[in-house]
């Protein structure tokens, strides 16, 4: 059993800023990789938005580059989304992504979501 809480989220205008958050908590063995995905309006798919892997390596999409920040808490299960110079495209509910594993194997492993965070930007 795996909760991941997301906050931070909320309505800004073009070229503000804003810092997500993502906690997990629960009974797990570990938590592997973590990231953010965005589902825009009328859309089913989630999209990447950037990952910290376990490792401590990290990914963004190129759409965010240079904007966005993930950052990962050394120790904790806890990530965190800075996003700066936000345009309107931005505009999507944000969910907070962690792989999970439930004993020391590194697999089987599954996947967790939060519930997600509304981020809307205004021209």
């Keep these: 059993q795996v ?16 810092r997500l958050s993502c906690a997990a908590s629960g009974d797990f063995f570990r938590i592997g990789d973590m990231g953010w995905y965005r589902r825009t309006p009328g859309s089913e798919d989630r999209d990447l938005v950037a990952e910290a892997k376990i490792n401590g390596k990290t990914e963004y999409a190129d759409s965010v580059k240079g904007r966005f920040t993930i950052s990962r808490e050394i120790g904790q299960n806890t990530i965190y989304l800075e996003m700066t110079n ?6 999507a509910t944000y969910y907070c992504n962690a792989e999970v594993h439930s004993t020391d194997k590194w697999y089987p492993m599954t996947d967790a979501w939060g519930q997600g965070t509304q981020v809307t930007v205004s021209s």
């Design 86 to 91: 936000l345009q309107v495209e931005d505009t």
């Design 3 to 18: 909760q991941l809480v997301e906050s931070g989220g909320g309505v800004v205008q073009a070229g503000g800023s804003l």
